[in-house]
């Protein structure tokens, strides 16, 4: 019969790739996770991984057990954090996934917040252009700009969001203000690394203004703020992030405005644990607080 700490390992094999790195994640050697996924394959009578020089790869059968898998890992995990934890505080990790400018604009300036309601919980911030992968455990909460299309996952809308037009007082001092939209054509822009974006919603210069002359891109927003602030050209930016910025004018709010919209996404089987409950109930207040300005 399977074990737990046999199942940890194979959950480790499957979510970094390669036995060396699921050792390094686990804290054992590499010929202890060989042998476990040995014994595993014998008593289920079938082969898990393809097994070359090259590493490991995933056969039907791991694919068809990795669900089965982590049920029992959130189930262990529930259990365990439902006994420690009963009439303590919310304690532990909580690793949040979140595009770039909703975690330095809105997270990370309330912080200290969470902190001082939930002294023992630890909020690790992962700000990336692209999706962080629940179902490989990257991240136990994620904000993202669509909803997920398939999956075991608890999903609820956060809040909409606008997109704007900017350029910086000084590129305009230089190369002339538009009076209309046929004038953007005179201008230089500013936009994404369109292979590098995690979601097509990301690039809405597109949107607003196909054909573009874009002079710079970055995967990063704020790499891109930063260079229409710098006068490199005008940007579509988080209108939340620009109105801070008094370098920013924003051009044509009336008519060149983009709605976006940020979603809360948790894997089924963890959203039941304190720390993630509290650090889902932590993001969602911050959105309503600030929801009037985005």
Request: hydrophobic residues 45%; proline residues 5%; aromatic residues 6%.
């Amino acid at each position: 019969m399977l074990n737990s700490d046999e199942l940890r390992l194979f959950l480790a094999v499957m979510r970094e790739g390669n036995m060396l790195a699921a050792a390094r994640r686990v804290g054992v050697d590499h010929s202890t996770v060989a042998r476990r996924l040995t014994n595993m394959e014998a008593t289920l009578g079938a082969r898990l991984f393809d097994r070359s020089p090259r590493g490991v790869t995933p056969t039907p059968a791991a694919f068809a057990l990795v669900p089965h898998a982590e049920r029992i890992e959130s189930e262990l995990l529930a259990a365990m954090s439902s006994v420690a934890g009963r009439d303590r505080e919310v304690e532990g990790t909580v690793r949040l996934a979140t595009p770039e400018a909703f975690a330095s604009h809105l997270i990370a300036p309330r912080v200290a917040e969470l902190r001082e309601r939930h002294p023992r919980l630890t909020l690790e911030l992962a700000s990336e252009s692209k999706a962080a992968s629940l179902s490989r455990r990257e991240a136990e909460i994620a904000v993202m700009l669509k909803p997920p299309p398939k999956g075991r996952f608890v999903t609820r809308k956060l809040t909409d969001y606008r997109l704007g037009l900017y350029a910086s007082k000084a590129y305009l001092e230089r190369q002339g203000e538009p009076a209309a939209r046929t004038d953007l054509s005179r201008h230089v822009f500013v936009s994404y690394i369109e292979e590098l974006a995690g979601f097509a919603e990301m690039i809405a210069l597109d949107q607003l203004l196909p054909g573009a002359a874009i002079v710079f891109r970055a995967s990063s927003s704020a790499a891109q703020h930063a260079a229409v602030a710098a006068g490199m050209g005008l940007g579509v930016l988080h209108v939340f992030a620009a109105a801070e910025d008094d370098r920013l004018v924003q051009l044509f709010p009336e008519s060149m405005e983009v709605w976006r919209s940020y979603w809360l996404v948790m894997h089924a089987d963890l959203q039941r644990l304190p720390r993630v409950r509290a650090a889902a109930d932590f993001l969602e207040e911050v959105t309503r607080t600030v929801r009037e300005r985005l």
